[in-house]
Protein backbone atom coordinates (compact mmCIF):
# COMPACT_ATOMS: atom_id res chain seq x y z
CA UNK A 1 0.00 0.00 0.00
CA UNK A 2 0.90 3.60 -0.46
CA UNK A 3 -1.37 5.47 1.50
CA UNK A 4 0.31 7.65 4.11
CA UNK A 5 -1.62 6.36 7.03
CA UNK A 6 -1.09 2.96 6.12
CA UNK A 7 2.14 3.09 6.00
CA UNK A 8 3.70 6.09 8.04
CA UNK A 9 7.32 5.05 8.00
CA UNK A 10 7.38 5.18 4.00
CA UNK A 11 8.93 8.24 3.06
CA UNK A 12 8.78 9.95 -0.63
CA UNK A 13 12.56 9.80 -0.64
CA UNK A 14 12.91 6.59 0.00
CA UNK A 15 10.81 5.25 -2.20
CA UNK A 16 11.40 7.42 -5.13
CA UNK A 17 15.13 5.94 -5.26
CA UNK A 18 13.18 2.74 -6.85
CA UNK A 19 11.88 4.38 -9.93
CA UNK A 20 12.24 2.60 -13.41
CA UNK A 21 11.41 5.81 -15.25
CA UNK A 22 12.12 8.99 -14.34
CA UNK A 23 10.10 10.86 -12.15
CA UNK A 24 7.12 12.69 -14.15
CA UNK A 25 5.49 15.16 -11.94
CA UNK A 26 1.71 14.54 -12.52
CA UNK A 27 -0.46 16.86 -13.78
CA UNK A 28 -3.42 17.47 -11.08
CA UNK A 29 -6.41 17.19 -11.85
CA UNK A 30 -7.89 20.08 -9.88
CA UNK A 31 -8.31 22.97 -11.79
CA UNK A 32 -11.06 26.33 -11.13
CA UNK A 33 -13.66 24.90 -13.02
CA UNK A 34 -13.84 21.63 -11.44
CA UNK A 35 -15.51 20.71 -8.07
CA UNK A 36 -14.52 17.59 -6.50
CA UNK A 37 -11.04 19.10 -5.57
CA UNK A 38 -11.32 22.19 -4.58
CA UNK A 39 -11.67 23.85 -1.18
CA UNK A 40 -8.67 21.22 -0.21
CA UNK A 41 -5.09 21.78 1.05
CA UNK A 42 -2.22 22.25 -1.20
CA UNK A 43 -1.78 18.19 -1.36
CA UNK A 44 1.32 18.07 -3.36
CA UNK A 45 2.74 18.40 -0.32
CA UNK A 46 1.77 15.14 0.65
CA UNK A 47 2.73 13.12 -2.31
CA UNK A 48 4.12 9.84 -2.08
CA UNK A 49 5.11 7.62 -5.10
CA UNK A 50 6.36 3.99 -5.70
CA UNK A 51 6.64 1.67 -8.23
CA UNK A 52 3.36 -0.28 -8.61
CA UNK A 53 4.38 -2.60 -10.43
CA UNK A 54 6.93 -3.23 -13.47
CA UNK A 55 6.48 -0.58 -15.29
CA UNK A 56 3.87 1.60 -13.72
CA UNK A 57 5.04 4.07 -11.42
CA UNK A 58 2.43 5.37 -9.08
CA UNK A 59 2.24 9.00 -7.28
CA UNK A 60 -0.59 9.38 -4.97
CA UNK A 61 -1.67 13.33 -5.20
CA UNK A 62 -5.08 13.63 -3.15
CA UNK A 63 -5.00 10.57 -0.19
CA UNK A 64 -8.61 8.90 -0.18
CA UNK A 65 -10.61 8.31 2.65
CA UNK A 66 -11.92 5.19 4.49
CA UNK A 67 -10.60 1.43 5.09
CA UNK A 68 -8.07 -0.70 2.67
CA UNK A 69 -10.38 -2.53 0.06
CA UNK A 70 -10.19 -5.64 -0.93
CA UNK A 71 -11.20 -6.12 -4.15
CA UNK A 72 -12.56 -9.38 -4.61
CA UNK A 73 -13.74 -10.53 -8.49
CA UNK A 74 -17.08 -8.66 -9.13
CA UNK A 75 -16.12 -6.06 -7.06
CA UNK A 76 -17.28 -2.30 -8.99
CA UNK A 77 -14.99 0.62 -8.98
CA UNK A 78 -16.47 4.15 -10.18
CA UNK A 79 -13.71 6.22 -11.35
CA UNK A 80 -13.46 9.43 -13.26
CA UNK A 81 -9.23 9.64 -15.07
CA UNK A 82 -7.44 12.44 -17.83
CA UNK A 83 -4.90 10.60 -19.86
CA UNK A 84 -1.85 12.09 -21.35
CA UNK A 85 1.39 11.07 -23.43
CA UNK A 86 4.35 11.76 -22.05
CA UNK A 87 6.90 13.05 -25.03
CA UNK A 88 9.51 13.87 -23.25
CA UNK A 89 10.60 11.90 -19.91
CA UNK A 90 13.68 13.97 -18.88
CA UNK A 91 11.54 17.45 -20.03
CA UNK A 92 8.30 16.79 -18.52
CA UNK A 93 7.06 16.94 -21.77
CA UNK A 94 3.31 15.99 -22.84
CA UNK A 95 0.20 16.71 -23.85
CA UNK A 96 -2.99 15.72 -23.11
CA UNK A 97 -5.01 12.54 -24.55
CA UNK A 98 -8.19 12.11 -22.89
CA UNK A 99 -10.21 12.89 -20.04
CA UNK A 100 -13.76 12.26 -18.71
CA UNK A 101 -14.78 14.23 -15.31
CA UNK A 102 -18.12 15.64 -14.12
CA UNK A 103 -20.20 16.05 -14.88
CA UNK A 104 -20.34 13.57 -16.43
CA UNK A 105 -21.29 10.19 -14.82
CA UNK A 106 -18.42 8.15 -13.70
CA UNK A 107 -16.79 5.06 -15.47
CA UNK A 108 -17.41 1.61 -13.98
CA UNK A 109 -14.92 -1.22 -14.19
CA UNK A 110 -15.97 -4.63 -12.68
CA UNK A 111 -12.70 -6.34 -11.25
CA UNK A 112 -12.26 -10.03 -12.82
CA UNK A 113 -14.02 -9.04 -16.04
CA UNK A 114 -10.79 -8.65 -17.82
CA UNK A 115 -10.98 -5.27 -19.13
CA UNK A 116 -8.62 -5.36 -22.41
CA UNK A 117 -6.38 -2.45 -20.68
CA UNK A 118 -5.06 -4.61 -17.67
CA UNK A 119 -3.01 -1.97 -16.51
CA UNK A 120 -6.43 0.37 -15.54
CA UNK A 121 -7.56 -2.31 -13.17
CA UNK A 122 -4.10 -3.18 -11.65
CA UNK A 123 -3.62 0.89 -10.87
CA UNK A 124 -7.22 1.50 -9.81
CA UNK A 125 -7.51 -1.65 -7.40
CA UNK A 126 -4.23 0.06 -5.69
CA UNK A 127 -6.57 2.89 -4.91
CA UNK A 128 -9.12 3.96 -2.17
CA UNK A 129 -12.46 6.01 -2.21
CA UNK A 130 -11.96 9.28 -2.86
CA UNK A 131 -8.14 8.79 -3.70
CA UNK A 132 -6.43 10.69 -6.75
CA UNK A 133 -3.64 9.44 -7.77
CA UNK A 134 -1.11 9.54 -11.52
CA UNK A 135 0.20 6.25 -12.99
CA UNK A 136 2.93 6.47 -15.20
CA UNK A 137 3.12 3.50 -17.60
CA UNK A 138 5.95 2.49 -20.03
CA UNK A 139 4.72 1.93 -23.65
CA UNK A 140 4.95 -1.90 -23.53
CA UNK A 141 2.20 -1.71 -20.68
CA UNK A 142 -0.20 0.33 -22.66
CA UNK A 143 0.03 -0.52 -26.21
CA UNK A 144 -3.89 -1.43 -25.97
CA UNK A 145 -4.78 2.30 -25.46
CA UNK A 146 -5.65 3.55 -28.60
CA UNK A 147 -8.05 0.95 -29.16
CA UNK A 148 -9.57 1.28 -25.86
CA UNK A 149 -9.28 5.17 -25.95
CA UNK A 150 -10.97 4.96 -29.78
CA UNK A 151 -14.15 2.76 -27.95
CA UNK A 152 -14.56 5.18 -24.80
CA UNK A 153 -14.76 8.06 -27.26
CA UNK A 154 -17.36 6.75 -29.21
CA UNK A 155 -19.46 5.17 -26.49
CA UNK A 156 -19.51 9.21 -24.70
CA UNK A 157 -20.01 10.66 -27.51
CA UNK A 158 -22.93 8.47 -28.01
CA UNK A 159 -21.85 6.91 -31.85
CA UNK A 160 -20.88 3.39 -29.95
CA UNK A 161 -24.00 1.77 -28.38
CA UNK A 162 -22.45 -1.34 -26.60
CA UNK A 163 -20.17 -1.39 -23.91
CA UNK A 164 -16.78 -1.91 -24.27
CA UNK A 165 -15.58 -5.60 -25.77
CA UNK A 166 -12.98 -7.59 -23.93
CA UNK A 167 -11.22 -8.70 -27.16
CA UNK A 168 -7.44 -8.10 -27.77
CA UNK A 169 -6.65 -4.19 -28.43
CA UNK A 170 -4.16 -4.55 -30.59
CA UNK A 171 -6.06 -6.96 -32.44
CA UNK A 172 -8.49 -4.55 -33.31
CA UNK A 173 -5.84 -2.09 -34.56
CA UNK A 174 -4.71 -4.40 -36.73
CA UNK A 175 -7.78 -4.90 -38.49
CA UNK A 176 -7.94 -1.31 -39.63
CA UNK A 177 -5.76 0.79 -41.07
CA UNK A 178 -7.25 4.24 -38.99
CA UNK A 179 -8.64 4.30 -35.57
CA UNK A 180 -9.99 7.46 -37.19
CA UNK A 181 -8.19 10.16 -34.36
CA UNK A 182 -5.10 11.00 -35.68
CA UNK A 183 -3.46 11.59 -32.35
CA UNK A 184 -4.16 7.77 -31.44
CA UNK A 185 -3.29 6.74 -35.00
CA UNK A 186 0.01 8.36 -33.90
CA UNK A 187 0.23 6.71 -30.71
CA UNK A 188 0.61 3.20 -32.51
CA UNK A 189 2.92 4.19 -35.33
CA UNK A 190 5.07 5.84 -32.53
CA UNK A 191 4.46 4.49 -28.41
CA UNK A 192 5.03 6.46 -25.98
CA UNK A 193 4.82 6.37 -22.41
CA UNK A 194 1.26 7.49 -20.86
CA UNK A 195 0.20 9.01 -17.61
CA UNK A 196 -2.90 8.15 -16.49
CA UNK A 197 -4.62 10.23 -13.42
CA UNK A 198 -7.34 8.94 -11.63
CA UNK A 199 -10.23 9.27 -9.12
CA UNK A 200 -12.23 7.09 -7.53
CA UNK A 201 -15.27 8.57 -6.25
CA UNK A 202 -17.45 4.82 -5.45
CA UNK A 203 -16.67 1.58 -4.89
CA UNK A 204 -19.24 -1.36 -4.62
CA UNK A 205 -18.78 -4.56 -3.08
CA UNK A 206 -20.81 -7.50 -4.65
CA UNK A 207 -23.75 -8.05 -3.97
CA UNK A 208 -24.95 -4.37 -4.33
CA UNK A 209 -23.65 -2.45 -1.41
CA UNK A 210 -20.86 0.62 -1.93
CA UNK A 211 -17.99 0.97 0.41
CA UNK A 212 -19.40 3.67 1.98
CA UNK A 213 -22.22 1.75 3.36
CA UNK A 214 -20.72 -1.74 4.12
CA UNK A 215 -17.76 0.31 5.73
CA UNK A 216 -19.89 1.70 8.01
CA UNK A 217 -19.67 1.64 12.08
CA UNK A 218 -22.40 0.21 14.03
CA UNK A 219 -23.60 3.77 15.84
CA UNK A 220 -23.49 5.29 11.83
CA UNK A 221 -25.88 3.15 10.69
CA UNK A 222 -29.12 4.63 11.91
CA UNK A 223 -28.85 7.65 10.41
CA UNK A 224 -27.92 6.68 6.79
CA UNK A 225 -31.03 4.36 7.48
CA UNK A 226 -33.49 7.39 8.09
CA UNK A 227 -31.47 9.19 5.30
CA UNK A 228 -32.36 6.59 2.76
CA UNK A 229 -35.59 5.97 3.55
CA UNK A 230 -36.53 9.75 3.70
CA UNK A 231 -35.00 9.95 -0.03
CA UNK A 232 -36.83 6.82 -0.75
CA UNK A 233 -40.08 8.67 0.24
CA UNK A 234 -39.52 11.59 -2.16
CA UNK A 235 -38.06 9.92 -5.01
CA UNK A 236 -41.37 7.99 -4.65
CA UNK A 237 -43.30 10.93 -4.70
CA UNK A 238 -41.59 12.29 -7.11
CA UNK A 239 -42.62 9.23 -9.42
CA UNK A 240 -38.46 8.33 -9.65
CA UNK A 241 -39.68 3.97 -8.39
CA UNK A 242 -36.71 2.85 -9.51
CA UNK A 243 -34.32 5.04 -7.59
CA UNK A 244 -36.82 4.75 -4.53
CA UNK A 245 -36.65 1.03 -4.77
CA UNK A 246 -32.62 1.55 -4.19
CA UNK A 247 -32.96 3.86 -1.33
CA UNK A 248 -35.29 1.25 0.28
CA UNK A 249 -32.80 -1.34 -0.70
CA UNK A 250 -29.69 0.12 1.11
CA UNK A 251 -31.69 0.97 4.47
CA UNK A 252 -32.85 -2.42 4.56
CA UNK A 253 -29.40 -4.09 4.02
CA UNK A 254 -28.07 -1.36 7.05
CA UNK A 255 -31.03 -2.11 8.92
CA UNK A 256 -30.46 -6.62 8.75
CA UNK A 257 -27.06 -5.77 9.94
CA UNK A 258 -28.33 -3.95 13.00
CA UNK A 259 -31.20 -6.59 13.53
CA UNK A 260 -28.21 -9.16 13.47
CA UNK A 261 -26.61 -7.76 16.71
CA UNK A 262 -29.33 -7.70 19.34
CA UNK A 263 -31.14 -10.30 21.07
CA UNK A 264 -34.27 -11.39 19.67
CA UNK A 265 -37.41 -10.96 21.51
CA UNK A 266 -36.05 -7.62 23.57
CA UNK A 267 -37.76 -4.19 22.98
CA UNK A 268 -34.76 -3.21 20.69
CA UNK A 269 -35.61 -6.11 18.25
CA UNK A 270 -39.16 -5.63 18.32
CA UNK A 271 -39.01 -1.67 17.15
CA UNK A 272 -36.29 -2.84 14.60
CA UNK A 273 -38.61 -5.61 13.25
CA UNK A 274 -41.47 -3.16 12.91
CA UNK A 275 -39.43 -0.57 11.22
CA UNK A 276 -37.70 -3.35 8.74
CA UNK A 277 -41.33 -4.15 8.19
CA UNK A 278 -41.88 -0.26 7.00
CA UNK A 279 -39.20 -0.18 5.14
CA UNK A 280 -40.36 -3.94 3.42
CA UNK A 281 -43.52 -2.40 2.45
CA UNK A 282 -42.15 0.35 0.71
CA UNK A 283 -39.72 -1.73 -1.20
CA UNK A 284 -42.83 -4.24 -1.91
CA UNK A 285 -44.89 -1.25 -3.44
CA UNK A 286 -41.77 -0.22 -5.67
CA UNK A 287 -41.13 -3.61 -6.62
CA UNK A 288 -44.93 -3.62 -7.70
CA UNK A 289 -44.82 -0.42 -9.52
CA UNK A 290 -41.86 -2.32 -11.56
CA UNK A 291 -43.66 -5.22 -12.39
CA UNK A 292 -40.94 -7.12 -10.15
CA UNK A 293 -43.69 -9.51 -8.41
CA UNK A 294 -41.65 -12.37 -7.24
CA UNK A 295 -39.92 -10.16 -4.57
CA UNK A 296 -43.15 -8.26 -3.91
CA UNK A 297 -44.34 -11.99 -2.80
CA UNK A 298 -41.46 -12.70 -1.04
CA UNK A 299 -41.10 -9.48 1.34
CA UNK A 300 -44.89 -9.06 2.16
CA UNK A 301 -44.56 -12.31 3.28
CA UNK A 302 -41.87 -11.73 5.83
CA UNK A 303 -43.72 -8.76 6.86
CA UNK A 304 -47.09 -10.96 7.62
CA UNK A 305 -44.60 -13.31 9.77
CA UNK A 306 -44.93 -10.80 12.68
CA UNK A 307 -47.89 -9.24 11.49
CA UNK A 308 -50.38 -11.45 10.47
CA UNK A 309 -53.05 -8.59 9.84
CA UNK A 310 -50.93 -5.52 7.90
CA UNK A 311 -53.36 -5.31 4.84
CA UNK A 312 -51.13 -3.57 3.16
CA UNK A 313 -49.19 -6.67 2.73
CA UNK A 314 -51.76 -8.95 2.34
CA UNK A 315 -53.27 -6.13 -0.66
CA UNK A 316 -49.90 -5.65 -2.77
CA UNK A 317 -49.24 -10.00 -2.20
CA UNK A 318 -52.64 -10.51 -3.49
CA UNK A 319 -51.86 -8.20 -6.48
CA UNK A 320 -48.46 -9.86 -6.93
CA UNK A 321 -50.05 -13.60 -6.89
CA UNK A 322 -52.66 -12.52 -9.67
CA UNK A 323 -50.22 -10.79 -11.84
CA UNK A 324 -48.08 -14.12 -12.10
CA UNK A 325 -51.12 -15.88 -12.43
CA UNK A 326 -51.67 -17.83 -8.75
CA UNK A 327 -55.18 -17.03 -9.14
CA UNK A 328 -56.28 -18.87 -5.54
CA UNK A 329 -53.31 -17.66 -3.82
CA UNK A 330 -54.32 -14.37 -4.97
CA UNK A 331 -58.37 -14.71 -4.22
CA UNK A 332 -57.16 -15.80 -0.58
CA UNK A 333 -55.61 -12.55 -0.29
CA UNK A 334 -58.19 -10.68 -1.36
CA UNK A 335 -60.99 -12.16 0.71
CA UNK A 336 -58.41 -11.80 3.57
CA UNK A 337 -58.29 -8.01 3.21
CA UNK A 338 -62.05 -8.17 2.72
CA UNK A 339 -62.21 -8.98 6.30
CA UNK A 340 -59.94 -6.83 8.01
CA UNK A 341 -60.94 -3.79 5.80
CA UNK A 342 -64.33 -3.08 4.67
CA UNK A 343 -63.47 0.17 2.80
CA UNK A 344 -61.53 -1.50 0.65
CA UNK A 345 -64.54 -3.68 -0.92
CA UNK A 346 -64.86 -1.68 -4.09
CA UNK A 347 -61.44 -2.10 -5.27
CA UNK A 348 -60.86 -5.55 -4.17
CA UNK A 349 -64.17 -6.89 -6.16
CA UNK A 350 -62.78 -5.09 -9.07
CA UNK A 351 -59.85 -7.26 -8.65
CA UNK A 352 -61.36 -10.30 -8.27
CA UNK A 353 -64.04 -9.97 -11.30
CA UNK A 354 -60.12 -9.19 -13.27
CA UNK A 355 -58.97 -12.32 -11.69
CA UNK A 356 -61.89 -13.93 -12.55
CA UNK A 357 -62.01 -13.07 -16.37
CA UNK A 358 -58.11 -13.95 -16.34
CA UNK A 359 -58.55 -17.23 -15.27
CA UNK A 360 -61.40 -17.99 -18.01
CA UNK A 361 -59.13 -17.10 -20.31
CA UNK A 362 -56.10 -19.03 -18.72
CA UNK A 363 -58.76 -22.32 -18.99
CA UNK A 364 -59.51 -21.79 -22.68
CA UNK A 365 -55.77 -21.64 -23.38
CA UNK A 366 -55.13 -24.61 -21.65
CA UNK A 367 -58.12 -26.75 -23.30
CA UNK A 368 -56.84 -25.94 -26.47
CA UNK A 369 -53.57 -26.83 -25.32
CA UNK A 370 -54.00 -29.83 -23.75
CA UNK A 371 -56.63 -30.90 -26.73
CA UNK A 372 -53.42 -30.84 -29.27
CA UNK A 373 -51.74 -33.04 -27.08
CA UNK A 374 -53.92 -35.78 -27.23
CA UNK A 375 -54.12 -35.51 -31.13
Known sequence: EYGLESNPNLT???????????????????????DHLTNRPD??????????SSG?????????????????????????????????LTENNKHELDEHKRPKKPLEIIVGKKFKLEAWELCLKSMIRNEVSSFVCEPRIVESYPAVAKQLREYHS?????????????????????LGYSDLDDLVKKPKPLEFIFEVVE??????????????????????????????????????ISE??????????????????????????????????SLLLNYSQCRLLLL??????????????????????????????????DFNAAKGDFKRVLELDSSLVKDVNKLLFQIDEAEKLKNDEDKIRYKSMFK
Not at 14 to 24: F, M, N
Not at 158 to 178: A, F, N, P, R, Y
Not at 247 to 272: M, T
Open 244 to 277: ASDCYSKSLALLEDLILKVKPGCDEHLSLIKYKN
Open 56 to 88: INKVIIHAGTGPTIDYVDSTKIYFYYKVFAIDD
Open 158 to 178: GKLKETVSHCCGMSQIQDQIT
Open 12 to 34: TKSILTRYTLPYIPPTVINDKNE
Open 292 to 325: DYYPVIEHTTTVLETDYDNVKAIYRRGKAHAAVW
Open 203 to 240: IEAPGGLKQDLWALKDDEKPKSIDKFHKTGNDLYKNGD
Open 43 to 52: NRRNMIAGEL
